[in-house]
């Protein structure tokens, strides 16, 4: 062929190809603008709405599993360590004298609480994912017995009661609390917590349990989050108090000092409301302690942090009372720290209420009650002291290891090792980038400190790009968000590697931006978050109820035969499989301070788990959606539904 | 970083200087005795034990070069002294580099140090008039200081390589420039102009904080009518720098005290000192033991010729002590050696100005690590490489010429002055530093019921505040001693709050109201705009 043709086709390939592009681009936003009736603000294709599959993306592959430690137990004896695993599915047995894993079991469910009866005979295994409690032989560590709880369990406390011993179980998605007897193994009653339980303690005479939660229940956008630390009755079953912890969060432990009345809680002290016009001075958020007397209810906040430097992430606490000494993990600054009970006690005795009140925000007394901060490696998340208080141990939860600590001089004896860490992996990589606050100013907080297991944690911000306004902006969940770009709630983000690089450095960690390898490893990391679980049931049977809803979700008619205008039915917006169009659109939320009135449509995998809804997070409930926000029909058309109606769309929804 | 690292650093750094020590030791042998590496292992490990029989064994070299500042002794260049640098650099004065071993290393403190003569050192500042203040890059191997070409020139800031190369002035500024400082993406920061001696007025600029990024031309960083000297970065990427807590009246005395800004000049803050008697600070340096490290000394001394002091990062407003309380002597510089012991420029009656070995416990100075009879050892830093501060992005806005200023509640305060302390207050009166002493009123914002209130007020000025009763009385008042800078959104708790305080959880009033725009036109755009 002579070059003068072989330039020609390519010309023509060349011409056609770009005509195709420029189609491909402008003809799908006509098409939408026909269709939908309003002009797409983001990048539209063919693709946008079709050819959409769940199949490729990151979250819906196999991906490698770890050794990574969750719950700890030690039997009475102080010379074996349970370690749940719940990766893996597994729980291991170690010798802490010889730093050795001795076996592994097999328990399926995500194994993540555990606790040992006082015998040392039984030991209990809460399986987050199973929703099931299960009972291990702690000499063979062959199942014994199974229950099932609500839903997520992730936490157990054994004790003994006047009526026999109970098991107190922290249900985290379910926000109850399973009570159950040993003898015979059942379920007495299943309490309400606050939201998301996630730590379970209970008095050595089985009189009271405190269950930690770790979100903030739900209220409205300018009102002041708490969450609370839930009392139940172990005999029967019922919940007798709810401490209020004001502006405070994340709670994930919970520990007794039975000889001073003192439940501690560590939490993150959130300042939601207050706009993030910087973060240092511990503006947008600092780590704490509230000690909350046993009998009374009073609760006293106070802080973790130094003046210039911030521990993120408390996430457990191990009170040894015979020392008075208490211990707390900082799973973000890779850090245990040691506080001194006595010196504590003496400071809040000599404080007047007005002080103790006020002790959370001083961020230079610190220094008054803890006296030790233990280096330790990635993500210590959980801790548990032998019954003699002589051993301190600590979950590497992503180092794969056990750090084991000589409690009563501070020093590390060693490590036991459960697998190699998977530094092999990007997804375990991007993991510690998420979870580590070293990349933050003053190490205040991680990625994690806002999205929990890459969730919500129910939360409007103020961020001052916009100005300092009363714009807030709903924290949106990272779970099944791969394949929704773009992200932000404006849809200016077009990629994960853009929402989380320099903007976010600018605005949020105040420092350098992630390296760019650390930012690959991060987005992998992002992408691998599978929706929450009810996502991922696909051939669970839809209830009459749910069916119902389903039918008003795909709807063209009302029920009366009107047609529903194209661009206000709930599929034209949310197709599945991702439930998005991944376009802003306008839905009538523009608030007063708003300069857009178009906003990002949300996928809605896992839509039930991620209240509050909307922009700025006004709407509590999936019903406040069309109850109080859709007024104008612009939210799809919902003025035609009754109760009834309603419910059962909502009941659809919690399917997703 | 301190306390928590404290204990891991430890533990590495003294691996680290084993290591090195015994590196050094075993090729020192290998080359004098020119023997095998395994006879020379054996002749080590015979070597070893015989010293730590014989208790020969001392404290170990310092981690790297040492740089050491030096002026000539008995020189003082009073007479000749235009500006406070002249007093403290006389001529001759000059910037060396010295390498183990030092002479004296070795001798156990408390014990007569053998007498070498002038050790080998090579000097970084040939060429200059004076020099002095040296800092070392991150990498450990570039120095940067002060110096002077000749007795007419003005002061200016060096670079020289540890390792020999030549010597360049990477500062041109009008009236000098002084005190370097590096912040991590190399910019080089520094105060300028010098000051002068005698009376200069109220028409003598006070000096105040630049940053030059390589190649590039320097920017001002500070715009307190108090000037800011003595800058160092932190590791958290804040710069540290020495500043008069509030412009008193001309000629009056003021005490010294720390703060901070980022390192584009937003969120000045006060770090220390604020409360203290009327001291001259000046040299801070961060420890890596948590704790920052500075020289005081009393309002009539001519020069920093104080004691060491320092304040602990955690609490630094409750924690200033004495960095060496039992020890009896002048000290003019500490520079950390890793761990708890310093390295200081100290002196002694009997040796003058020289380098030491310190720790907290020390009550008189050992034997010199390093010495020379015919200079005065004024300043101290070890040529290592460091752990890298962080960076920050800038958060400010160049094309604009305002910023906001954010008060929380206004009410908060610990302000003792007069019976009217506690009183709340109704409007803020927000002032413009015009001149030491003086200041001009921009205008008067209202405050909400929660104490709150909101500003647009211009970039790059000194700006004080009142806080008004009903009746236009001042209740509590803060000097113009901040800035906000273009685009800036900043913020506070209350006026004279305590410090070290976070923020409570509430949505201050204020930003439900139209921001006032004071002394320029609103650029901040619409209030609550997602952009």
Same mark, same amino acid.
């Given at each position: 062929?002579?070059?003068?043709?072989?330039?020609?086709?390519?010309?023509?390939?060349?011409?056609?190809?770009?005509? %195709?592009?420029?189609?491909?681009?402008?003809?799908?936003?006509?098409?939408?603008?026909?269709?939908?009736?309003?002009?797409?603000?983001?990048?539209?294709?063919?693709?946008?709405?079709?050819?959409?599959?769940?199949?490729?993306?990151?979250?819906?592959?196999?991906?490698? #599993?770890?050794?990574?430690?969750?719950?700890?137990?030690?039997?009475?004896?102080?010379?074996?360590?349970?370690?749940?695993?719940?990766?893996?599915?597994?729980?291991?047995?170690?010798?802490?004298?010889?730093?050795?894993?001795?076996?592994?079991?097999?328990?399926?469910? !995500?194994?993540?609480?555990?606790?040992?009866?006082?015998?040392?005979?039984?030991?209990?295994?809460?399986?987050? #994912?199973?929703?099931?409690?299960?009972?291990?032989?702690?000499?063979?560590?062959?199942?014994?017995?199974?229950?099932?709880? !609500?839903?997520?369990?992730?936490?157990?406390?054994?004790?003994?009661?006047?009526?026999?011993?109970?098991?107190?179980?922290?249900?985290?998605?379910?926000?109850?609390?399973?009570?159950?007897?040993?003898?015979?193994?059942?379920?007495?009653?299943?309490?309400?917590?606050?939201?998301?339980?996630?730590?379970?303690?209970?008095?050595?005479?089985?009189?009271?349990?405190?269950?930690?939660?770790?979100?903030?229940?739900?209220?409205?956008?300018?009102?002041? =989050?708490?969450?609370?630390?839930?009392?139940?009755?172990?005999? /029967?079953?019922?919940?007798?108090?709810?401490?209020?912890?004001?502006?405070? #969060?994340?709670?994930?432990?919970?520990?007794?000092?039975?000889?001073?009345?003192?439940?501690?809680?560590?939490?993150?002290?959130?300042?939601?409301?207050?706009?993030?016009?910087?973060?240092?001075?511990?503006?947008?958020?600092?780590?704490? $302690? @509230?000690?909350?007397?046993?009998?009374?209810?009073?609760?006293?906040?106070?802080?973790?942090?130094?003046?210039?430097?911030?521990?993120?992430?408390?996430?457990?606490?191990?009170?040894?009372?015979? @020392?008075?000494?208490?211990?707390?993990?900082?799973?973000?600054?890779?850090?245990?720290?040691?506080?001194?009970?006595?010196?504590?006690?003496?400071?809040?005795?000599? %404080?007047?209420?007005?002080?103790?009140?006020?002790?959370?925000?001083?961020?230079?007394?610190?220094?008054?009650?803890?006296?030790?901060?233990?280096?330790?490696?990635?993500?210590?998340?959980?801790?548990? $002291?032998?019954?003699?208080?002589?051993?301190?141990?600590?979950?590497?939860?992503?180092?794969?290891?056990?750090?084991?600590?000589?409690?009563?001089?501070?020093?590390?004896?060693?490590?036991?090792?459960?697998?190699?860490?998977?530094?092999?992996?990007?997804?375990?990589?991007?993991?510690?980038?998420?979870?580590?606050?070293?990349?933050?100013?003053?190490?205040?907080?991680?990625?994690?400190?806002?999205?929990?297991?890459?969730?919500?944690?129910?939360?409007?911000?103020?961020?001052?790009?916009?100005?300092?306004?009363?714009?807030?902006?709903?924290?949106?969940?990272?779970?099944?968000?791969?394949?929704?770009?773009?992200?932000?709630?404006?849809?200016?983000?077009?990629?994960?590697?853009?929402?989380?690089?320099?903007?976010?450095?600018?605005?949020?960690?105040?420092?350098?931006?992630?390296?760019?390898?650390?930012?690959?490893?991060? /987005?992998?990391?992002?992408?691998?978050?599978?929706?929450?679980?009810?996502?991922?049931?696909?051939? &669970?049977?839809?209830?009459?109820?749910?069916?119902?809803?389903?039918?008003?979700?795909?709807?063209?008619?009302?029920?009366?035969?009107?047609?529903?205008?194209?661009?206000?039915?709930?599929?034209?917006?949310?197709?599945?499989?991702?439930?998005?169009?991944?376009?802003?659109?306008?839905?009538?939320?523009?608030?007063?301070?708003?300069?857009?009135?178009?906003?990002?449509?949300?996928?809605?995998?896992?839509?039930?788990?991620?209240?509050?809804? $909307?922009?700025?997070?006004?709407?509590?409930?999936?019903?406040?959606?069309? /109850?109080?926000?859709?007024?104008?029909?612009?939210?799809?058309?919902?003025?035609?539904?009754?109760?009834?109606?309603?419910?059962? +769309?909502?009941?659809?929804?919690?399917?997703? | 970083?301190?306390?928590?690292?404290?204990?891991?650093?430890?533990?590495?750094?003294?691996?680290?200087?084993?290591?090195?020590?015994?590196?050094?030791?075993?090729?020192?042998?290998? &080359?004098?005795?020119?023997?095998?590496?395994? &006879?020379?292992?054996?002749?080590?490990?015979?070597? +070893?034990?015989?010293? &730590?029989?014989?208790?020969?064994?001392?404290?170990? %070299?310092?981690?790297?070069?040492?740089?050491?500042?030096?002026?000539?002794?008995?020189?003082?260049?009073?007479?000749?002294?235009?500006?406070?640098?002249?007093?403290?650099?006389?001529?001759?004065?000059?910037?060396?580099?010295? @390498?183990?071993?030092?002479?004296?290393?070795? /001798?156990?403190?408390?014990?007569?140090?053998?007498?070498?003569?002038?050790?080998?050192?090579?000097?970084?500042?040939? !060429?200059?008039?004076?020099?002095?203040?040296?800092?070392?890059?991150?990498?450990?191997?570039?120095?940067?200081?002060?110096?002077?070409?000749?007795?007419?020139?003005?002061?200016?800031?060096?670079?020289?390589?540890?390792? !020999?190369?030549?010597?360049?002035?990477?500062?041109?500024?009008?009236?000098?420039?002084?005190?370097?400082?590096?912040?991590?993406?190399?910019?080089?920061?520094?105060?300028?102009?010098?000051?002068? $001696?005698?009376?200069?007025?109220?028409?003598?600029?006070?000096?105040?904080?630049?940053?030059?990024?390589?190649?590039?031309?320097?920017?001002?960083?500070?715009?307190?009518?108090?000037?800011?000297?003595?800058?160092?970065?932190?590791?958290?990427?804040?710069?540290?720098?020495?500043?008069?807590?509030?412009?008193?009246?001309?000629?009056?005395?003021?005490?010294?005290?720390?703060?901070?800004?980022?390192?584009?000049?937003?969120?000045?803050?006060?770090?220390?000192?604020?409360?203290?008697?009327?001291?001259?600070?000046?040299?801070?340096?961060?420890?890596?033991?948590?704790?920052?490290?500075?020289?005081?000394?009393?309002?009539?001394?001519?020069?920093?010729?104080?004691?060491?002091?320092?304040?602990?990062?955690?609490?630094?407003? +409750?924690?200033? %002590?004495?960095?060496?309380?039992?020890?009896?002597?002048?000290?003019?510089?500490?520079?950390?050696?890793?761990?708890?012991?310093?390295?200081?420029?100290?002196?002694?009656?009997?040796?003058?100005?020289?380098?030491?070995?310190?720790?907290?416990?020390?009550?008189?100075?050992?034997?010199?690590?390093?010495?020379?009879?015919?200079?005065?050892?004024?300043?101290?830093?070890?040529?290592?490489?460091?752990?890298?501060?962080?960076?920050?992005?800038?958060?400010?806005?160049?094309?604009?010429?305002?910023?906001?200023?954010?008060?929380?509640?206004?009410?908060?305060?610990?302000?003792?002055?007069?019976?009217?302390?506690?009183?709340?207050?109704?409007?803020?009166?927000?002032?413009?530093?015009?001149?030491?002493?003086?200041?001009?009123?921009?205008?008067?914002?209202?405050?909400?019921?929660?104490?709150?209130?909101?500003?647009?007020? =211009?970039?790059?000025?000194?700006?004080?505040?009142?806080?008004?009763?009903?009746?236009?009385?001042?209740?509590?008042?803060?000097?113009?001693?901040?800035?906000?800078?273009?685009?800036?959104?900043?913020?506070?708790?209350?006026?004279?709050?305590?410090?070290?305080?976070?923020?409570?959880? #509430?949505?201050?009033?204020?930003?439900?109201?139209?921001? =006032?725009?004071?002394?320029?036109?609103?650029?901040?755009?619409?209030?609550?705009?997602?952009?």
């Amino acid at each position: 062929m002579k070059p003068r043709a072989i330039l020609i086709r390519l010309g023509i390939v060349v011409v056609a190809t770009t005509v %195709a592009l420029l189609g491909h681009h402008f003809g799908s936003e006509a098409h939408i603008r026909k269709r939908i009736g309003q002009r797409p603000l983001g990048k539209a294709t063919c693709f946008t709405c079709h050819f959409v599959s769940t199949d490729r993306l990151l979250w819906a592959k196999p991906r490698p #599993h770890h050794d990574s430690p969750a719950g700890l137990a030690v039997s009475p004896d102080g010379r074996r360590l349970f370690i749940a695993l719940d990766d893996r599915d597994e729980v291991a047995e170690a010798d802490i004298a010889a730093l050795k894993v001795l076996r592994r079991a097999k328990v399926p469910g !995500g194994p993540h609480g555990l606790a040992i009866d006082a015998g040392g005979k039984n030991l209990f295994v809460t399986c987050r #994912h199973g929703d099931r409690l299960a009972v291990l032989d702690a000499q063979s560590l062959k199942e014994t017995a199974s229950l099932p709880v !609500g839903t997520g369990p992730a936490a157990v406390a054994f004790c003994r009661t006047a009526a026999g011993e109970r098991l107190i179980v922290a249900n985290s998605m379910s926000d109850d609390i399973s009570v159950i007897s040993l003898a015979p193994l059942k379920e007495l009653g299943r309490p309400a917590a606050g939201r998301e339980p996630f730590a379970v303690a209970a008095t050595s005479d089985g009189a009271r349990a405190f269950v930690a939660n770790r979100l903030v229940g739900l209220g409205t956008i300018r009102t002041m =989050p708490a969450s609370e630390v839930t009392v139940v009755d172990p005999v /029967t079953a019922r919940v007798v108090r709810r401490d209020s912890l004001e502006s405070a #969060h994340l709670s994930e432990g919970i520990g007794l000092d039975e000889k001073r009345c003192w439940a501690l809680t560590p939490l993150v002290k959130v300042r939601n409301m207050v706009p993030i016009t910087q973060v240092a001075g511990g503006w947008v958020m600092s780590s704490g $302690l @509230a000690i909350s007397d046993i009998k009374r209810g009073e609760v006293v906040q106070v802080p973790l942090d130094e003046a210039n430097d911030y521990f993120a992430d408390p996430s457990a606490v191990a009170v040894d009372s015979a @020392a008075h000494r208490a211990f707390v993990a900082s799973g973000g600054a890779d850090v245990v720290s040691v506080l001194d009970l006595d010196r504590l006690a003496a400071w809040l005795g000599k %404080a007047n209420p007005a002080e103790r009140q006020e002790a959370i925000y001083d961020l230079s007394l610190s220094a008054e009650y803890v006296v030790g901060r233990i280096p330790t490696r990635r993500n210590p998340r959980h801790l548990v $002291l032998s019954p003699d208080g002589a051993r301190l141990l600590v979950a590497e939860r992503l180092e794969d290891s056990i750090l084991v600590v000589d409690a009563n001089r501070l020093i590390p004896l060693g490590r036991i090792v459960l697998g190699d860490g998977g530094v092999e992996d990007p997804i375990r990589r991007g993991e510690r980038v998420f979870t580590t606050a070293a990349y933050t100013f003053q190490h205040q907080f991680s990625c994690r400190s806002c999205h929990p297991d890459g969730h919500v944690d129910g939360l409007s911000y103020d961020f001052d790009g916009d100005g300092i306004g009363d714009n807030l902006l709903d924290n949106r969940s990272l779970q099944g968000v791969a394949g929704t770009g773009p992200f932000k709630w404006n849809g200016k983000n077009a990629t994960l590697e853009i929402q989380c690089g320099p903007r976010f450095a600018k605005v949020l960690m105040r420092t350098d931006p992630f390296p760019p390898k650390q930012l690959r490893d991060l /987005t992998t990391f992002i992408r691998s978050l599978p929706p929450p679980r009810a996502a991922r049931n696909k051939n &669970a049977k839809l209830t009459p109820s749910q069916e119902r809803g389903r039918a008003i979700f795909f709807a063209v008619k009302t029920p009366d035969g009107k047609e529903i205008p194209l661009s206000r039915r709930c599929v034209t917006c949310h197709p599945p499989p991702l439930y998005s169009v991944r376009l802003p659109f306008n839905i009538g939320t523009q608030g007063q301070h708003d300069t857009t009135e178009a906003f990002d449509t949300p996928h809605l995998l896992g839509v039930a788990d991620t209240a509050p809804y $909307l922009h700025d997070g006004r709407a509590q409930s999936l019903e406040e959606l069309w /109850t109080l926000y859709n007024t104008n029909d612009l939210h799809g058309v919902s003025s035609y539904m009754n109760k009834i109606q309603l419910n059962d +769309l909502v009941e659809f929804l919690k399917t997703l | 970083m301190t306390t928590r690292d404290g204990w891991r650093i430890n533990r590495k750094e003294r691996k680290e200087r084993k290591d090195q020590r015994e590196m050094r030791y075993f090729f020192a042998i290998s &080359a004098v005795f020119e023997v095998t590496p395994a &006879a020379a292992t054996t002749l080590f490990a015979v070597l +070893l034990c015989g010293c &730590a029989a014989s208790g020969l064994c001392g404290p170990p %070299a310092p981690s790297g070069p040492l740089v050491v500042a030096q002026t000539p002794r008995g020189g003082t260049g009073a007479g000749a002294a235009k500006d406070r640098l002249d007093l403290c650099y006389c001529p001759g004065s000059r910037v060396v580099v010295a @390498a183990a071993p030092l002479g004296a290393e070795g /001798t156990q403190a408390g014990m007569p140090a053998p007498r070498l003569g002038a050790p080998k050192v090579r000097v970084l500042s040939e !060429g200059l008039q004076a020099a002095g203040g040296p800092v070392v890059s991150v990498d450990g191997e570039r120095v940067y200081f002060t110096g002077k070409a000749g007795a007419q020139s003005e002061w200016q800031v060096y670079e020289a390589r540890v390792g !020999g190369g030549r010597l360049r002035p990477v500062t041109s500024m009008p009236g000098g420039a002084a005190a370097p400082a590096l912040l991590p993406d190399g910019s080089l920061v520094f105060a300028s102009p010098v000051p002068k $001696l005698g009376n200069q007025g109220a028409a003598a600029p006070p000096p105040q904080l630049y940053a030059q990024p390589p190649g590039a031309k320097p920017r001002q960083l500070t715009f307190g009518l108090s000037g800011a000297a003595d800058p160092t970065v932190l590791l958290d990427g804040r710069i540290l720098f020495v500043s008069a807590t509030s412009p008193g009246p001309a000629g009056s005395s003021q005490g010294l005290s720390l703060f901070t800004i980022n390192n584009d000049g937003t969120e000045v803050t006060a770090f220390a000192c604020q409360h203290d008697p009327p001291a001259v600070i000046s040299r801070p340096r961060q420890l890596p033991d948590g704790r920052v490290a500075f020289l005081a000394s009393g309002l009539e001394s001519p020069a920093a010729q104080g004691s060491a002091e320092c304040v602990r990062m955690a609490r630094p407003f +409750l924690s200033r %002590a004495k960095l060496l309380p039992r020890l009896d002597a002048r000290v003019r510089s500490v520079c950390s050696e890793g761990g708890n012991g310093f390295l200081v420029c100290a002196e002694d009656s009997h040796s003058g100005w020289a380098v030491y070995r310190a720790d907290g416990s020390a009550e008189k100075l050992g034997a010199p690590l390093f010495e020379d009879s015919s200079w005065d050892c004024v300043e101290i830093v070890v040529a290592r490489a460091g752990q890298r501060p962080m960076g920050r992005l800038s958060s400010m806005d160049p094309a604009k010429k305002t910023g906001q200023v954010l008060c929380l509640n206004a009410n908060d305060t610990t302000y003792d002055a007069g019976q009217q302390a506690g009183a709340a207050a109704t409007r803020i009166r927000v002032l413009a530093g015009v001149a030491p002493g003086r200041c001009r009123a921009l205008g008067e914002v209202p405050v909400q019921e929660d104490g709150s209130f909101m500003a647009e007020v =211009p970039a790059d000025m000194a700006l004080g505040f009142e806080a008004l009763d009903q009746q236009g009385r001042v209740l509590r008042r803060v000097e113009p001693i901040i800035w906000v800078r273009p685009g800036e959104n900043r913020s506070c708790t209350g006026c004279h709050a305590a410090h070290n305080r976070a923020p409570h959880n #509430h949505r201050p009033l204020a930003v439900y109201a139209p921001v =006032p725009c004071l002394g320029g036109e609103p650029e901040a755009g619409p209030k609550g705009a997602i952009k």
